[in-house]
């Protein structure tokens, strides 16, 4: 489900191989989901090419957005694709680990396609594996860190396989956050969920429970996902 495709944002103001990008499925995913409308700062965590953090500043007109990874490659293709947006005032990368991030101000939102491998067994070494992998930040570490960051009421928004519930679920008690928003995401009508979106709160919340199906059983696009995400796409 996570498969790379060309990206292009409708917005862009020139439209060339510097704004054309290939991200996955989860990424737009989570960038088309998460709730920004009120926030005013927000962090995106392992930004990679940085197409969340666009996917808010387009969405969001008044949000700053920083963005940080650790891996130099992913910040100076992410610092590109900023230049090369409308966007570019409010968004800023830095090269960081978010292990040691730290700022006296906090966040109304961060954001992360966090890495998923949680088997023990180190990848091949190379750049996109080492960003994937959770020997470099675990679910707990990016939520309990995250915590310490958000403003009273802040919100987090991650996405994660769908059998990580329960670690989803048992972080954010022990870091002191509530489940807002889950929802399931089917990749194939009529398959079980492969990724679920969950949204943390940093403060009093009541669960809503959802699912979204990414393509019908003719491996269409499902009019639910093409509304969640047809501003994002030249094409769709």
């Known amino acids: 489900m996570a498969r790379e495709k060309v990206f292009r944002f409708k917005q862009f ?9 290939k991200v996955g499925t989860d ?8 709730d920004v409308a009120a926030a005013r700062r927000v962090l995106d965590v392992g930004t990679g ?14 949000a700053t957005i ?10 100076a293709e992410a610092v590109l694709n900023f230049q090369n947006s409308p966007w570019g005032n409010r968004l800023e990368a830095e090269l960081i680990d978010f292990k040691f991030f730290g700022t006296d101000e906090k966040f ?3 954001v992360s396609n966090p890495p998923f491998f949680t088997s023990g067994v180190l990848p091949p070494e190379g750049s996109r594996n080492l960003a994937r992998h959770a020997t470099a930040l675990s679910l707990e570490e990016l939520v309990a860190h995250g915590k310490q960051l958000l403003t ?10 769908a059998d990580a519930e329960q670690l989803i679920r048992r972080s954010a008690v022990t870091s002191g956050l509530n489940i807002g928003r889950l929802t399931a995401v089917i990749p194939v009508e ?47």
């Open 13 to 21: 103001n020139v439209i060339n191989d510097k704004t054309a990008m």
């Open 27 to 34: 990424g737009v995913l989570l960038g088309a989901w998460c």
């Open 49 to 62: 090419c940085g197409v969340i953090a666009m996917m808010i500043a387009q969405r969001n007109a008044v």
């Open 66 to 75: 920083h963005a940080i990874d650790i891996e130099p490659e992913a910040v």
């Open 108 to 110: 109304d939102h961060i």
């Open 152 to 161: 009273p009421g802040g919100l987090m928004s991650i996405i994660v396989p």
């Open 190 to 236: 009529g398959a079980a969920p492969k990724r679920l979106l969950c949204e943390l709160v940093n403060g009093d919340a009541t669960t809503v429970v959802e699912s979204m199906t990414i393509q019908d059983a003719n491996r269409n696009y499902t009019q639910q996902y093409i509304d969640m995400t047809r501003d994002f796409y030249l094409k769709m």
